[in-house]
């Protein structure tokens, strides 16, 4: 059965940094599509950074990109998202997703219905 469970949320002020993981087991790590979304207060669930676990390519909503940075950890079969430069528009339940096999390009990993597998999410809060 597959599992992802995502920590490292909380609440901090604009310009501050945080770190997500998402731990994910149940499945072969080694070629998944790995992705962070974020849903804030009255808006629709967005695609933030994508990472092909299997070589490592990388995606990145315009809104993120500079600011945050998604890796992973193959011995702890772990994603990060390193956020930086916190805006109170980065305020969001923030969400781990996974999808067997590569990532097929930027259009469809950004995408919610892309994903088979879903975290229960963490929340980022920021203030001004």
């Known amino acids: 059965q597959v599992r992802l469970v995502e920590s490292g949320g909380g609440s901090v002020q604009s310009g501050g940094s945080l770190k997500l993981s998402c731990a994910a087991s149940?499945?072969?790590?080694?070629?998944?599509?790995m992705a962070w979304f974020r849903q804030g207060p009255g808006k629709e669930r967005e695609g933030v950074a994508v990472i092909y676990t299997g070589g490592g390519s990388t995606y990145y909503a315009d809104s993120v990109k500079g600011r945050f940075t998604i890796s992973q950890d193959n011995a702890k079969n772990t994603v990060y998202l390193q956020m930086n430069s916190l805006k109170p528009e980065d305020t969001a339940l923030y969400y781990c997703?996974?999808?067997?096999?590569?990532?097929?390009?930027?259009?469809?990993?950004?995408?919610?219905?892309?994903?088979?597998?879903w975290g229960q999410g963490t929340q980022v809060t920021v203030s001004s």
């Open positions: 149940g499945y072969r790590w080694s070629s998944y599509c």
């Open positions: 997703a996974a999808d067997p096999g590569s990532c097929s390009g930027a259009n469809w990993a950004m995408t919610t219905a892309s994903y088979k597998y």
